[in-house]
């Protein structure tokens, strides 16, 4: 049977709010913490015990590499089953061509940070709760030999440290190693240091253990066994360690698209690391009530445009929107407030950017039995506003039921867990004074909201 959703609210304004058609917009830079010359996610004593483990694991193996023999790459990461994400990466860091002070990619600009000896490819949006729910994985780039693996190291490091990173060390037939670093904890391939992999064959999950401040790959390419053969696997007019890129098909130097588009109950949540985002989306929702539009972009440029539409069920525009840019970010999100349509269906939020489109499915007035529903006395409150306790009742049984508090801004106060029967008590010390937000939710689906005032007297 289908679950019953019900969005309330519990004041008269609560409803005028509900059906608020807000065109502010918010935003900016994603809050990505990305690693740096002061913390680079590979240390220089890590670099020496990778180069000793390379070496040693080689003599083992005796491998004979043929020279004649050429590596190109696949790209290292993948979605996993089920997730059906636009995109899912970006590009923080290449390859540092500059062996001064100064910074230089591949393609004569500046997205790296001095020293840095490989590609750092992040997965985002919710680059933790990706890691949590092993959404983004890490496969092979080329075909070759296991040289080097470790795991079972933390996984969720935000700031520089001597902790081990998950890795693994493919050995190509020229000779050459690519390096997978930063792995999650327990995630590695099955197989062993000697045993051979396949292009694409799965290796691990995407993760930040290690001198790592976020989830991310680092992939790395030497030709021989030691730090000193590196290689840049991009081609470039500033790559001065190799002529020919090493991939199969070398994508662009920027990617500009949004990767992800959602409907939302209320604005996502990005606390700093290591704590997991909760992302606040949702499928389903009351006809006429308000919704938050989010979108995520991957290299947003100044002068150019983002068009965003809800599109009705018969294929028509509710309505559209712009979003002019006007900064350079490589990795940027933007949201905005909306009072969603009346008619019953199956709606659609389509964004266009680049020429690209992401569209996000949700459906209006799709709860069962809503009609026949009183929703004044599904839920109830009192008091309201409240500066001990208040009383949430409901004519459901709450037993397999959470609930959530958020602010207006859409910030995750704290939650219960364990509800039992058809009462749940507030208590005024959990929260300082202000408005918020209470959702109920089963099964991971909003299953009722309400609106509260806590007050100091």
């Not at 940070?113 to 080329?142: Q, R």
């Not at 197989?191 to 290796?203: D, H």
């Not at 991009?234 to 994508?251: D, F, H, I, R, V």
Request: a negative charge.
């Amino acid at each position: 049977m289908r679950l019953l959703i019900i969005s309330l609210f519990v004041l008269a304004v609560q409803s005028a709010f509900c059906q608020t058609d807000s065109s502010s917009e918010f935003g900016g830079a994603y809050p990505l913490q990305l690693n740096s010359e002061a913390v680079p996610c590979i240390t220089n004593s890590q670099y020496e015990d990778l180069e000793r483990s390379t070496q040693e694991n080689l003599k083992h193996l005796n491998v004979s590499p043929n020279r004649t023999a050429v590596t190109l790459f696949s790209w290292p990461l993948r979605m996993a089953s089920g997730i059906d994400d636009c995109s899912y990466y970006g590009i923080t860091n290449y390859l540092d061509q500059d062996n001064t002070s100064g910074l230089l990619d591949w393609n004569c600009g500046s997205v790296t940070y001095n020293g840095h000896k490989g590609t750092d490819i992040c997965t985002w949006p919710y680059p933790f709760l990706k890691m949590d729910n092993n959404s983004v994985e890490v496969i092979a780039a080329a075909p070759g030999t296991i040289l080097n693996k470790v795991d079972g190291n933390f996984d969720k490091n935000c700031v520089t440290n001597s902790s081990t990173p998950n890795y693994i060390s493919i050995l190509h037939a020229d000779g050459s190693v690519a390096h997978y670093y930063h792995m999650k904890k327990n995630s590695l391939t099955s197989k062993s240091v000697g045993q051979s992999v396949a292009t694409g064959e799965f290796l691990g999950v995407v993760g930040s253990s290690g001198n790592s401040t976020a989830p991310h790959l680092h992939f790395e390419v030497w030709s021989g066994s030691s730090v000193s053969t590196l290689k840049d696997s991009y081609a470039g007019p500033c790559n001065s360690l190799n002529t020919t890129s090493w991939w199969a098909n070398q994508k662009p130097y920027t990617e500009p698209s949004v990767i992800h588009a959602s409907v939302n109950s209320s604005a996502p949540v990005m606390p700093v690391c290591p704590t997991t985002e909760t992302p606040n989306e949702d499928t389903c929702f009351s006809s006429g009530a308000s919704a938050n539009f989010v979108i995520f972009i991957r290299n947003e440029t100044p002068g150019t445009t983002v068009n965003m539409r809800i599109v009705r069920p018969n294929g028509n525009t509710f309505s559209s929107w712009t979003h002019n840019c006007t900064g350079t970010y490589s990795l940027s999100y933007w949201y905005w407030i909306k009072s969603l349509p009346t008619q019953a269906g199956n709606y659609v939020f389509e964004t266009v950017y680049n020429g690209d489109t992401c569209r996000y499915n949700f459906k209006v007035n799709c709860f069962v039995g809503l009609n026949s529903l009183d929703l004044n006395s599904s839920f109830t409150i009192s008091p309201n506003p409240f500066n001990e306790t208040a009383v949430i009742n409901s004519t459901f049984d709450l037993t397999e039921f959470q609930l959530r508090v958020f602010n207006l801004e859409g910030k995750f106060i704290f939650e219960k867990s364990k509800l039992y029967g058809h009462e749940v008590v507030l208590n005024r010390v959990d929260f300082p004074s202000g408005m918020y937000f209470v959702q109920f939710y089963r099964e991971g689906l909003i299953l009722g909201r309400l609106k509260v005032m806590v007050t100091n007297n």
